[in-house]
């Protein structure tokens, strides 16, 4: 990663960062990005409860003295903060690089807001492969045939125990392949998140800063 790449992460986790209201219940997302939210918001002493999307993301929260609880004592969310791999112009990202992408998704959509971060290099014209994949184990074979453009990545499972693939055909239509994915019998959770769950983007491009509204603040959650 260039400096100027790390840079740009950093102006947009720290505009994040100051996005979040003292007493919210704060969504965490996994990734580069999304680690250099964390130092932003514990510098900012808030007073907030906050859900992590993977266990590297907890341990560095929890170092930092932020108030990470499990996701199984809240049910909805004020806001939710990650980063993405790709960012196309309707707003559809691909997420799932780091095997995180159920649980970021599943704090997405009970977030009323949802805030992703990128720094410029991950806004794309067209989304391209790979979109990742979790899959279930039992009957993996037949599922990876169903899926036809489809290899495992031979890592380790999810924190809930799928496997981690990528699909690797095109994106001629985000919504088609979303809905085609979802259908598909073994396939837990697909990386393609739509504009419906995201309500804003930021990106920082050098030393400027953009907030590009996609959604509604408020449409679900809270």
Do not use: N
Not at 91 to 107: C, F, M, N, Y
């Amino acid at each position: 990663m260039s400096t100027s790449t790390d840079e740009e992460k950093r102006a947009a986790a720290e505009a994040a960062a100051e996005l979040v209201p003292d007493g919210a219940r704060v969504g965490l997302g996994t990734g580069s990005t999304a680690a250099l939210l964390l130092p932003a918001l514990a510098r900012r002493r808030l007073r907030i409860r906050c859900v992590a999307t993977s266990a590297a993301t907890e341990r560095a929260a929890a170092a930092l003295g932020l108030d990470v609880e499990p996701f199984a004592s809240l049910d909805a969310l004020d806001v939710a903060i990650d980063g993405a791999d790709q960012v196309d112009p309707d707003g559809w990202l691909i997420k799932g690089a780091g095997a995180a992408h159920t649980r970021e998704k599943i704090v997405a959509a009970a977030a009323a807001r949802f805030v992703v971060i990128v720094s410029s290099d991950k806004v794309v014209e067209r989304l391209r492969p790979p979109v990742p994949l979790e899959l279930l184990a039992f009957g993996l074979p037949a599922t990876l045939r169903a899926l036809a453009t489809a290899r495992v990545r031979g890592v380790p499972p999810s924190p809930d125990g799928g496997v981690i693939a990528d699909y690797l055909g095109p994106i001629d239509d985000p919504g088609a392949l979303s809905r085609r994915l979802a259908d598909t019998p073994g396939v837990i959770e697909h990386g393609l998140f739509p504009p419906t769950l995201v309500t804003d983007v930021i990106i920082a491009r050098g030393t400027r800063v953009e907030m590009r509204e996609v959604g509604d603040a408020g449409r679900s959650g809270a």
